[in-house]
């Protein structure tokens, strides 16, 4: 980071031979982002037990049994991945990853409360927990539809300060 100090709630990102300044949408992104995947992990650590006897029990998976944590550093890899390319290196094509990832969770929510309203779902916290990580994720995602979330894409783009 250079230049002068940013706003309280802003910080700022070295582009090259341009400052530029986050823009608020951006920090309310980084912040919900990053507890939706904290959340996510206490979801895959509370699941682990229940994932990892699924595998077992199945005798084609069970013959692989490192497949789980292999997934599991793939999708910690690939969610940090993102986030490094929305808030630290903006590119609008991970923009666009996390939006549509966050559509694709909309619907997991929508299809998680149908079978809940159904009885086709066991409540549990797990469940309770992975629908709060989806609609934090979602609510993350959105801010990246906002004007100045778009301009910070723009400018990073064309290597041009904010």
């Known amino acids: ?25 951006i920090t309310r992104y ?13 979801v895959s650590a509370m699941s682990w037990g229940p994932r990892r ?3 077992a029990a199945t005798p084609m998976l069970a013959k692989i049994g490192w497949i789980l944590p292999t997934f599991e550093v793939a999708g910690i890899v690939i969610t940090l991945t993102l986030w490094y390319f929305t808030v630290r290196a903006p590119s609008g094509v991970a923009r666009w990853v996390v939006i549509v990832l966050a559509a694709l969770s909309a619907i ?18 797990t469940l309770g927990l992975s ?6 994720y979602i609510g993350a995602a959105l801010q990246l539809l906002k004007p100045d979330a778009k301009l910070w894409f723009d400018q990073a783009g064309r290597g041009h300060a904010a």
Do not use: C, W
């Open 53 to 55: 006897a699924m595998v």
């Open 1 to 25: 980071m250079t230049g002068s100090p940013a706003r309280p709630g802003r910080s700022m990102i070295d582009n090259g031979d341009k400052t530029m300044i986050r823009p608020v949408s």
């Open 108 to 125: 997991g929510v929508a299809i998680s409360l149908v079978q809940l309203a159904t009885g086709h779902a066991v409540p549990s916290a």
């Open 30 to 42: 980084e912040r919900l982002y990053l507890a939706s995947f904290v959340i996510g992990l206490i």
């Open 131 to 136: 629908i709060v990580a989806s609609v934090v």
